[in-house]
């Protein structure tokens, strides 16, 4: 430890005051009376939508509803689209085919009984 004394510490700066003037008190309205107030009516809600339809940030989230929208419905018609398929075969024995081996031997049989092994090669299958 050392006997050196510790430096004197700073004063705090005084808060500093803005240049301008504290803004003023609004005076309050009085309250609109029930007459005065404005009816409630379709011409005024359609046009309070329309207004608020053509807001840039309202206008983008309308257009991205929109193609939500369009990409679920495609998404729809495409899944309905692809799982439409030829019905399976279901294990029924293949009528009609025709299948050898590779050595030349005749392997139709086996084939229209849905009995297949590595070395069945098909001539013709049915439609």
């Known amino acids: ?16 005051r803005s240049a301008r003037p504290a803004p003023a008190a609004k005076p309050k309205k009085a309250p609109a009376k029930a007459a005065e107030k404005k009816k409630d009516t379709v011409a005024g809600r359609a046009k309070a939508i329309a207004s608020t339809a053509t807001k840039p940030g309202n206008r983008t989230k309308m257009i991205g509803g929109i193609a939500a929208g369009m990409g679920a419905a495609g998404a729809i018609i495409a899944g309905v689209l692809f799982t439409r398929r030829r019905p399976a075969n279901d294990g029924a024995p293949l009528s009609g085919a025709k299948a050898h081996q590779a050595d030349g031997t005749d392997s139709s049989a086996e084939l229209a009984a849905n009995i297949a ?6 001539d013709k299958l049915p439609d």
């Open 1 to 16: 430890m050392t006997d050196t004394p510790e430096p004197p510490k700073k004063p705090k700066p005084a808060p500093r």
């Open 117 to 122: 092994d590595e070395g069945l090669v098909p």
